[in-house]
């Protein structure tokens, strides 16, 4: 008869057996022993069915999280990691190995190979990196909308905007652009809208912009803008196979939440209006591994929750997998928790009664296992360890399993900023992208008509200034013929006075008597 550990050590071995290619994460453990050569692994055509890194600070998230980014490089596929601790550029750099980590792979039954790997950095702020942006007119009125928390008679509103640009020519670049037309709308091209769209209110347009502002308030007018950037260059490999790792770096953004939530929703729609359906290819095209997932859903609205929760399900048909961390699984909804097929659960601590209530609602979301209590493995893993439950190449949840996993083959800590200058020297996308363009669109062109109705306005009332000074003039001139006409000489009206004609007659009568 088999033992206990033998008997579990073939359940593992033969439940991560599989056809095609696939990841190894480490070895499985049992009653706090590493069972070597026993391998836990995830099979590369399920890694488009997302997933979760959840557990406590300092229990290696990050860690797991570079260890599969770095074999999804090796595999040829490419990486997208949100870092917003900053521990992640490390990847550019080969691990400089240590005593551990030999003695930790020595456990699993795995070689250890220090590598690095192919890295852009990209950034969505003044920070250093290929910049990433997105113009207003790339997000459409829907899209926009939710991003804003709009109601339904100011998401009309910006649908209406966006026609008006449509219907005039007027590109919609940046946020600069939007809020002219806003203002427009509701002052000098009032009769203008009113007459092809109906009238807009002010309080509306200026509610509005009050949620631009604040948007702006975040940095968001950094993001809006051009060149935009093409979803495509997260797809490259460089000239061994490997997929580019491509870095966001986002340390400045903790306090920015609204700004992430809008780069990442329009990020994955992006992705998810151009990128072709894949169907069953075997291996993903893409995979996404976004940091301190809840910055996302903390500060989402419920619309721009219904807009993630549904591109999550939808998205994987494009061969795209996300990876949600975050310190505990609550922290993401049920509804996206529900669609996430691999996870990886390091520990969680106890502190509170709070604390153990959420580790026992963890515990219901993985697979049932007579070699463990998964409450209490939850509280008793150590650093570098995890409960692990993946899908086999039938999407079947593989038997889970607590994990000793395996240490990253690249450096575990930060570029400096002379090793981060050099990567970037070398890039081709910040030569692409780092470029500010500021060309003619809508601010610029309704000035310019603004200026041209003034102008005119200016010409006619000038016009009409010159005519009614005219017309006063002729009127004066009248007038003053008029008067000269009818006005009697000095002389003649002396001498038809009645008194000189009174005095006349009297000197005539005296004469007469004589």
Do not use: W
Request: hydrophobic share 40%; aromatic share 6%; charged share 30%.
């Amino acid at each position: 008869m088999m033992s206990r550990t033998e008997d579990f050590s073939k359940i593992i071995t033969e439940s991560n057996t599989f056809k095609g290619d696939a990841i190894t994460l480490g070895a499985a453990m049992l009653d706090g022993k590493t069972i070597t050569g026993a391998h836990v692994k995830i099979p590369l055509k399920t890694m488009n069915r997302h997933g979760l890194i959840a557990g406590a600070t300092g229990t290696g998230k990050t860690k797991s999280l570079q260890v599969l980014a770095e074999n999804l490089s090796e595999k040829g596929i490419p990486v997208l990691l949100m870092d917003i601790k900053g521990d992640l550029s490390g990847l550019a750099q080969p691990s400089p190995g240590h005593p551990k980590i030999d003695e930790r792979h020595e456990k699993i039954g795995l070689p250890f190979n220090a590598s690095s790997f192919p890295v852009e950095v990209l950034t969505l702020s003044e920070q250093n990196g290929v910049r990433l942006r997105a113009t207003v007119s790339e997000f459409g009125p829907v899209l926009l909308s939710r991003i804003l928390d709009l109601t339904e008679t100011q998401s009309g509103i910006v649908a209406v905007i966006f026609k008006y640009c449509d219907d005039n020519k007027l590109p919609l670049l940046d946020l600069k652009d939007f809020k002219k037309i806003l203002q427009y709308a509701t002052q000098e091209g009032k009769d203008e809208f009113t007459e092809s769209y109906g009238r807009i209110s002010t309080a509306s347009t200026g509610a509005i912009l009050r949620k631009i502002i604040e948007l702006e308030q975040q940095g968001a007018d950094l993001f809006f803008g051009e060149t935009s950037f093409e979803v495509d260059d997260l797809l490259r490999v460089d000239d061994n196979g490997r997929g580019y790792i491509n870095i966001i770096r986002l340390t400045d953004i903790q306090d920015k939440p609204k700004l992430f939530s809008t780069f990442m929703l329009s990020l994955l729609a992006e992705i998810y209006s151009t990128f072709p359906e894949q169907g069953d290819s075997g291996r993903p095209e893409l995979v996404m591994f976004i940091d301190e997932a809840h910055l996302i859903f903390n500060e989402a609205s419920k619309a721009l929750l219904n807009q993630i929760e549904s591109i999550v399900k939808l998205i994987r048909s494009k061969g795209v997998g996300l990876y949600f961390v975050t310190q505990n699984p609550t922290d993401v909804p049920e509804e996206v928790l529900g669609q996430l097929g691999l996870k990886v659960q390091h520990a969680l601590r106890a502190f509170t009664a709070k604390d153990r209530k959420a580790i026992k609602l963890t515990a219901q979301n993985y697979p049932d296992s007579e070699y463990y209590d998964t409450t209490e493995v939850l509280t008793s893993l150590g650093i570098g360890e995890a409960l692990v439950s993946a899908l086999d190449e039938k999407g079947r949840p593989t038997p889970l399993a607590a994990t000793m996993m395996r240490a990253p083959m690249s450096r575990m800590d930060v570029l400096t900023d002379i090793e981060l200058a050099a990567l970037l020297s070398k890039s081709k996308l910040a030569k692409k992208y780092n470029e500010t363009i500021d060309r003619e669109s809508a601010y610029e062109l309704l000035n310019e008509k603004i200026k041209k109705a003034e102008a005119e306005e200016a010409k006619d009332k000038a016009r009409q200034e010159k005519e009614a000074l005219k017309k006063a003039e002729s009127k004066r001139k009248t007038t003053t013929t008029r008067r000269k006409s009818t006005r009697m000489h000095p002389v003649v009206k002396v001498l038809t006075s009645a008194t000189f004609i009174r005095s006349v007659f009297g000197i005539l009568t005296k004469v007469m008597r004589k």
